[in-house]
């Protein structure tokens, strides 16, 4: 008896394997001859440079030292590194040999020319849902490129992962096909932005939580990511920013890396704006659209909310020199003087709420870095700073890391939470700031 249940269970096993093989089995398709670039409309390939702009696919395909998409920038996953792929149209080390065909398998299905399966740290999850014609435009667009030649690592993973069936199982699982289809009920502007921000823009890869195999959990959409050792704050109901996004402002935020209602972009996001300043201004205005209506705030509302919310952040300023630089300045973790750092290291920029001359930064009540529940974003900032893109004129903060002490940071950090949002105390300030130090970054 036993023997037959065991031999019932074993062919069901190796049926239940044989179909997911034969499930996961991808064709080569057919390498396809080299097109001149005068082949492609130039209107379509400006299309397709938005789109790639909204992806920012230049981030994870830039080599170091060569030109964009290249490829082998190291992506970071708690599973290992993935080097992003050379997609440049060189027929022996790039996608010069790939056929629209190809390319459009490889963004909805995450396979590649050859019938591999590609690792879901390049978000298909989400460009799944992007459009034929949309993506022809982005073939278009990188097939007009230059062509470089440049090998890129191979994936450093650990058995079984380091077998590529590993991202069909994966893609079983979590991968859910089909062009996107947004509300219908909204206007043809939110839809837009719906559709952009959830193929091409992947927003939710870095505001929403994951689950034990780095897939995005659905039901917390948007409650807030993890990025490259940041925090990618929750969009939804449970932003920590005091000013309810608003169309304008997630448009300023998402265009100039500014908003007077929230302050300057800073960390991977800075890099998602930087190729957002490239994008079609009517799609990030749509992106803007919807960012905005995430949090649930009624749209009249949320403006004279936001309205509120800097009148309290500028009242909650930094007072007059000698004030406050005792009492509740001291940090009983780490006994020294937050306040006291505070008017040494930040005060000349940081006192007022832009109220005086021009240029000031914003209230730091309104920043989500100080309002968030995790202190890690604003530890970065301290840490490393702010700093315009390479070439480009911009807000400057210096970095901090050099110049105070593990120890004065913390003290700092809690100082300013305290002071300047008005929410709990952070009890883990030391250990997040180790975590960065030791480059622990998911
Ligand atoms: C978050 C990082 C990331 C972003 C953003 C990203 N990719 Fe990738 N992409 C990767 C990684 C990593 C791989 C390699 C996956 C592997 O080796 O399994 C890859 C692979 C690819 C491949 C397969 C290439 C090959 O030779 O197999 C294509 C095509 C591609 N990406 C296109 C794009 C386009 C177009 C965009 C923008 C719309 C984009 N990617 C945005 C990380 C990214
Ligand atoms: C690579 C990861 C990543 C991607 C992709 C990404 N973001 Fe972000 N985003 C972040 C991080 C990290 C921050 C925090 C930056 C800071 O504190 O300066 C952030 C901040 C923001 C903020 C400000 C939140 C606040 O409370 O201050 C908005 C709005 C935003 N992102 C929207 C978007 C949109 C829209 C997209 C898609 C087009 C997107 N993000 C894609 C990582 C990402
Ligand atoms: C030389 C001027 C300068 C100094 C000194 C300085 N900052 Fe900044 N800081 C800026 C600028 C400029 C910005 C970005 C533009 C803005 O917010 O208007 C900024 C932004 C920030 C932000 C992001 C949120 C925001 O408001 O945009 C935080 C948080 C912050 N600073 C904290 C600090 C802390 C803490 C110190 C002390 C260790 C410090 N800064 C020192 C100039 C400075």
């Known amino acids: 008896m036993l023997r037959r249940i065991l031999i019932v269970v074993l062919a069901i096993v190796v049926l239940a394997g044989g179909g997911f093989l034969a499930w996961a089995w991808h064709d080569e398709l057919?390498?396809?001859?080299?097109?001149?670039?005068?082949?492609?409309?130039?209107?379509?390939?400006?299309?397709?440079?938005?789109?790639?702009?909204?992806?920012?696919?230049?981030?994870?395909?830039?080599?170091?030292?060569?030109?964009?998409?290249?490829?082998?920038?190291?992506?970071?996953?708690?599973?290992?590194?993935?080097?992003?792929?050379?997609?440049?149209?060189?027929?022996?080390?790039?996608?010069?040999?790939?056929?629209?065909?190809?390319?459009?398998?490889?963004?909805?299905?995450?396979v590649d020319r050859e019938g591999h399966h590609l690792y879901p740290a390049f978000p298909y999850d989400h460009f799944t849902g992007a459009t034929d014609t949309d993506l022809d435009a982005v073939y278009a667009y990188l097939m007009t490129r230059e062509p470089v030649r440049h090998d890129v690592p191979a994936p450093q993973?650990?058995?079984?992962?380091?077998?590529?069936?590993?991202?069909?199982?994966?893609?079983?699982?979590?991968?859910?096909?089909?062009?996107?289809?947004?509300?219908?009920?909204?206007?043809?502007?939110?839809?837009?932005g719906a559709y952009l921000a959830e193929t091409f823009g992947h927003c939710s890869a870095c505001h929403s939580p994951r689950n034990a195999l780095g897939a995005e959990k659905r039901d917390e959409k948007y409650?807030?990511?993890?990025?490259?050792?940041?925090?990618?704050?929750?969009?939804?109901?449970?932003?920590?920013?005091?000013?309810?996004?608003?169309?304008?402002?997630?448009?300023?935020?998402?265009?100039?890396?500014?908003?007077?209602?929230?302050?300057?972009v800073a960390g991977p996001m800075q890099e998602v704006v930087e190729h957002l300043r490239q994008a079609n201004e009517g799609d990030v205005r749509a992106m803007a659209t919807y960012i905005a209506s995430l949090n649930g705030v009624a749209a009249p509302d949320a403006a004279a909310k936001a309205e509120q919310a800097v009148k309290?952040?500028?009242?909650?300023?930094?007072p007059i020199p000698g004030r406050e630089t005792t009492g509740s300045g001291g940090s009983s973790t780490t006994g020294l003087d937050g306040a006291a750092i505070f008017a040494g290291a930040c005060a000349t920029c940081h006192h007022d709420g832009g109220r005086l001359p021009i240029s000031r930064p914003v209230a730091l009540g309104l920043?989500?870095?100080?309002?968030?529940?995790?202190?890690?974003?604003?530890?970065?900032?301290?840490?490393?700073?702010?700093?315009?893109?390479?070439?480009?004129?911009g807000a400057i903060m210096p970095a901090f890391s050099g110049t105070l002490t593990d120890p004065q940071i913390v003290a700092l950090a809690d100082y300013v939470r305290e002071h300047f949002s008005?929410?709990?105390?952070?009890?883990?300030?030391?250990?997040?700031?180790?975590?960065?130090?030791?480059?622990?970054?998911?």
């Open 30 to 110: 057919p390498a396809e001859p080299r097109r001149d670039a005068s082949a492609y409309d130039p209107a379509v390939v400006a299309k397709g440079a938005s789109l790639a702009a909204i992806g920012s696919c230049a981030v994870c395909h830039l080599a170091k030292n060569s030109p964009s998409f290249a490829g082998g920038y190291p992506v970071e996953t708690p599973f290992g590194v993935i080097y992003g792929s050379n997609i440049t149209p060189d027929r022996d080390t790039g996608i010069g040999t790939w056929s629209p065909a190809a390319f459009r398998r490889a963004m909805h299905d995450g």
């Open 157 to 192: 993973l650990t058995f079984p992962l380091n077998i590529r069936l590993a991202a069909a199982a994966w893609k079983l699982l979590f991968l859910r096909h089909g062009e996107f289809v947004p509300d219908k009920s909204q206007s043809p502007e939110w839809q837009r």
């Open 223 to 264: 409650a807030g990511g993890i990025a490259e050792g940041w925090i990618g704050p929750a969009l939804n109901a449970a932003s920590p920013a005091p000013a309810p996004w608003t169309a304008e402002s997630a448009f300023n935020y998402l265009r100039r890396g500014f908003d007077r209602a929230h302050g300057h």
């Open 312 to 318: 309290n952040a500028t009242s909650r300023q930094w």
């Open 367 to 393: 920043s989500s870095a100080v309002n968030g529940a995790d202190p890690r974003n604003l530890l970065q900032i301290v840490l490393g700073g702010i700093h315009p893109a390479p070439n480009e004129r």
């Open 422 to 442: 008005g929410k709990p105390k952070w009890n883990d300030t030391g250990t997040a700031l180790e975590a960065i130090r030791r480059g622990k970054n998911s």
